[in-house]
């Protein structure tokens, strides 16, 4: 029988951004929190993480934009019986600092990331180097993979790029079909504008270095997935404090 698994969304913290930072040319001016999302794959061999968050504390080096923990990285894993170190792979959507800062506390995990991420992430444009943890992405026994790769049995990732040079989506069989972690810094709204509000019927992302690609992900995205799961989907905080 083929392997599925189970998707579960862990908020760690929230950040508080201005739509145009997720939509492209659209919601300017309308500010909001985000989550702070990792993705727990259950059913492998070993715990698997997609993306890990990060400690709000050290945001601030980042973007000075407000940003809040609900929970440690080590009480939402205690929550599901896990310490740091039982995680056996961490999968990194990409490397910007909300997506990954926990990672240094997964010692025995396989960290896979694309190539071409992890190149940029080591020497980052200018106009992006804010956003990266350089010594991290150059110290760190990353592993690198390029293109679109079957990792494990039902566990496929494809390189999209668009919001970064390497981004890429994480696609998941579970026994509600196929899920898939987007893998870019975006909202439902990306996948589902809103009538009357966007100017095209999806939406790339607000931050990207290609905004054509990172439209292209999103159509692919629609396509491919059964359940579409954005990083920061901001119904994943609803009922949250
Ligand atoms: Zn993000």
Same mark, same amino acid.
């Given at each position: 029988? @083929?392997?599925?698994?189970? $998707?579960?969304?862990?908020?760690?913290?929230?950040?508080?951004?201005?739509?145009?930072?997720?939509?492209?040319?659209?919601?300017?001016?309308?500010?909001?929190?985000?989550?702070?999302?990792?993705?727990?794959?259950?059913?492998? /061999?070993?715990?698997?993480?997609?993306?890990?968050? #990060?400690?709000?504390?050290?945001?601030?080096?980042?973007?000075?934009?407000?940003?809040?923990? &609900?929970?440690?990285? @080590?009480?939402?894993?205690?929550?599901? #019986? *896990?310490?740091? @170190? /039982?995680?056996?792979?961490?999968?990194?959507?990409?490397? !910007?600092?909300?997506?990954?800062?926990?990672?240094?506390?997964? &010692?025995?995990?396989? %960290?896979?990331? +694309?190539?071409?991420?992890?190149?940029?992430? +080591?020497?980052?444009?200018?106009?992006?180097? !804010? *956003?990266?943890?350089?010594? %991290?992405?150059?110290?760190?026994?990353? @592993?690198?993979?390029?293109?679109? $790769?079957?990792? *494990?049995? =039902?566990?496929?990732?494809?390189?999209?790029?668009?919001?970064?040079?390497?981004?890429?989506?994480?696609?998941?069989?579970?026994? +509600?079909?196929?899920?898939?972690?987007?893998?870019?810094?975006?909202? +439902?709204?990306?996948?589902?504008?809103?009538?009357?509000?966007?100017?095209?019927?999806?939406?790339?992302?607000?931050?990207? $270095?290609?905004? &054509?690609?990172?439209?292209?992900?999103?159509?692919?995205?629609?396509? %491919?997935?059964?359940?579409?799961?954005?990083? !920061?989907?901001?119904?994943?905080?609803? =009922? %949250?404090?």
């Amino acid at each position: 029988m @083929e392997r599925s698994y189970e $998707v579960k969304p862990i908020v760690l913290g929230k950040i508080w951004r201005d739509g145009g930072a997720l939509h492209y040319l659209t919601f300017y001016g309308q500010q909001g929190w985000l989550p702070v999302t990792m993705w727990y794959i259950k059913g492998a /061999d070993m715990p698997i993480l997609v993306d890990t968050g #990060g400690p709000a504390k050290e945001f601030p080096k980042y973007n000075p934009m407000p940003a809040e923990d &609900i929970i440690s990285f @080590e009480k939402a894993l205690a929550a599901e #019986g *896990l310490r740091p @170190e /039982d995680i056996g792979l961490v999968i990194c959507t990409h490397l !910007h600092y909300d997506h990954v800062l926990n990672i240094r506390k997964c &010692i025995n995990a396989r %960290m896979v990331v +694309q190539k071409a991420e992890l190149d940029f992430a +080591q020497c980052p444009h200018p106009l992006f180097a !804010h *956003l990266y943890d350089t010594t %991290m992405a150059k110290e760190l026994p990353f @592993e690198t993979v390029e293109g679109d $790769v079957e990792l *494990l049995a =039902g566990i496929k990732l494809h390189h999209f790029g668009g919001h970064t040079p390497g981004s890429q989506a994480v696609a998941v069989r579970t026994h +509600q079909g196929q899920a898939v972690i987007s893998g870019m810094c975006t909202t +439902q709204k990306n996948f589902d504008p809103p009538k009357g509000v966007a100017h095209t019927p999806l939406l790339a992302c607000g931050i990207h $270095v290609d905004p &054509i690609q990172s439209y292209e992900a999103i159509v692919k995205i629609k396509s %491919m997935a059964d359940i579409i799961l954005p990083n !920061h989907d901001t119904r994943l905080l609803e =009922g %949250m404090k």
